[in-house]
């Protein structure tokens, strides 16, 4: 298996505009996971899809987050309009169920001017 | 609130040494509690699993060990190698929620 894929791996943008981060997770995997790494906030979680219905987005910081997963093998993580301070590492993780262990993909590194 | 910490911050130690890295949580109510590494500018590789029912869990030369009731887990690394640098983050899991430690960065030196 080819791992949790992520796409772009870098994504720079200006202030303003939105932004489309993907993620593919493991096939036969049901849960997935997108987190947030900063150096002043560490890891966080932002959202928890099982079986491609969101469980818990408490941790989404504001509504111009939106997160998705329209099937099994696919989910995007939207900001709109995008701000400096969303500036960070997005991870996505899934696993087999919710409590198990989990697998991270190589991230997306976000720079928005 | 689920809060979870690493000591210490940083750790170098010379290579073959055996050594040992906490982690503490607030609410052990927890269903498991994960070890990750992670390289500069790369994600984050699981290390070991324990469920909330074991009390330890081996890989090679790593062993973690589990204590809810004191809320506290190790990381422990026997002769270690310079290719063990790197940071160690340990996570706990509970009511789908993934709360993550500081991490300890690790060197080791030649």
């Known amino acids: 298996d080819a791992g949790v894929i992520q796409s772009p791996r870098h994504e720079v943008t200006e202030m303003g505009q939105e932004v489309t981060l993907r993620c593919k997770p493991i096939s036969g995997h049901n849960s997935l996971f997108w987190y947030r790494q900063t150096m002043m906030r560490g890891l966080e979680l932002l959202i928890y899809f099982n079986n491609n219905v969101p469980i818990d987005d408490s941790g989404m910081p504001e509504d111009r987050f939106s997160a998705k997963m329209p099937n099994a093998s696919f989910s995007t993580l939207k900001i709109q309009p995008s701000e400096p301070r969303d500036s960070a590492v997005y991870f996505c993780?899934?696993?087999?169920?919710?409590?198990?262990?989990?697998?991270f993909g190589p991230g997306t590194r976000l720079t928005v001017t | 609130k689920q809060e979870v910490t690493q000591i210490p911050a940083a750790l170098s130690v010379p290579e073959g040494e055996n050594l040992v890295l906490n982690c503490s949580f607030t609410?052990?109510?927890?269903?498991?509690l994960q070890w990750f590494r992670q390289d500069p500018g790369k994600g984050l590789t699981s290390l070991l699993l324990i469920q909330s029912s074991q009390r330890e869990q081996t890989s090679g030369r790593l062993n973690a060990s589990l204590d809810k009731s004191s809320g506290r887990s190790t990381l422990y690394i026997a002769a270690s190698q310079p290719g063990d640098s790197a940071t160690y983050l340990c996570?706990?899991?509970?009511?789908?929620?993934?709360?993550f430690g500081a991490g300890t960065r690790l060197t080791v030196k030649p």
């Open positions: 996570a706990v899991y509970n009511n789908n929620d993934m709360r």
């Open positions: 993780a899934s696993s087999f169920q919710g409590a198990y262990e989990q697998y």
């Open positions: 609410d052990s109510a927890i269903y498991n």
